[in-house]
């Protein structure tokens, strides 16, 4: 039972262009959300997160939407850069951001051409 | 500041073989979490910490036990290791108020055992 699903294992996007990881997610419990990035060798590291009260958060160039509704989450990248080319994790939790509750998606990897 | 630092990188095992996955972290966290990441799949919780002394059950605990003595050590033991515990394993912390999500991963174990 996958409740936090990424369908798209890869994602190929050119240099400067926007890119969009998608995010769906079953259990309606969920309040909050988050995007991890990996390298290949290197541990997770935490990227962005957005609490159900709200539908969009912006850092830098990255921006997470929320739709509550739809039970998806989308990661946009804008403009994308060669070193943007990572595993790109969603999580997801139903206390607030309780890091003992996460549940993790399959990932999606995102290659980005120069 | 190293981080989470995790020991070994590599190592094969033979069915039966017990060993000892080491993580330190030298951030204060009161919070630590042993995940494993199977290929395909997303970051499955195995056991978590919320203080020395204090250890409690994940998604995927079984073949595993784990031990907190001190604040910057948790280690994570395999015992008569099996061929379904060949994954990568992350070691992770987070600050005492764990409710923001964010996680801080060590560079991961990858674990065969054959």
């Known amino acids: 039972d996958q409740q936090v699903k990424q369908n798209s294992p890869s994602l190929s996007v050119q240099e400067g262009r926007i890119s969009i990881l998608n995010c769906d997610y079953t259990?309606?419990?969920?309040?909050?959300f988050l995007w991890y990035k990996k390298y290949p060798a290197e541990g997770p590291t935490f990227l962005i997160s957005i609490s159900s009260i709200k539908d969009k958060n912006e850092d830098g160039r990255f921006t997470v939407f929320l739709n509550k509704s739809a039970k998806h989450l989308s990661l946009h990248i804008v403009p994308s850069q060669p070193g943007d080319s990572a595993v790109y994790f969603c999580?997801?939790?139903?206390?607030?951001?309780?890091?003992?509750?996460?549940?993790f998606g399959t990932g999606t990897l995102l290659a980005v051409q120069p | 500041n190293a981080g989470v630092t995790q020991t070994p990188k590599f190592r094969i095992l033979k069915i039966g073989q017990s060993m000892t996955l080491q993580c330190a972290q030298d951030m204060n966290h009161n919070y630590m979490y042993w995940y494993r990441q199977d290929p395909g799949m997303g970051l499955k919780l195995i056991y978590y910490s919320v203080g020395a002394g204090i250890t409690d059950k994940g998604e995927v605990p079984n073949g595993y036990n784990v031990s907190r003595s001190t604040t910057e050590d948790f280690p994570l033991r395999l015992e008569l290791a099996a061929p379904s515990q060949t994954s990568v394993y992350f070691c992770?912390?987070?600050?005492?108020?764990?409710?923001?999500?964010?996680?801080?991963f060590g560079e991961g174990s990858r674990l065969t055992v054959l």
């Open positions: 992770a912390s987070s600050p005492e108020r764990g409710y923001t999500g964010e996680l801080f």
């Open positions: 999580a997801a939790s139903a206390i607030g951001g309780a890091t003992n509750k996460l549940i």
């Open positions: 259990n309606s419990m969920f309040d909050y």
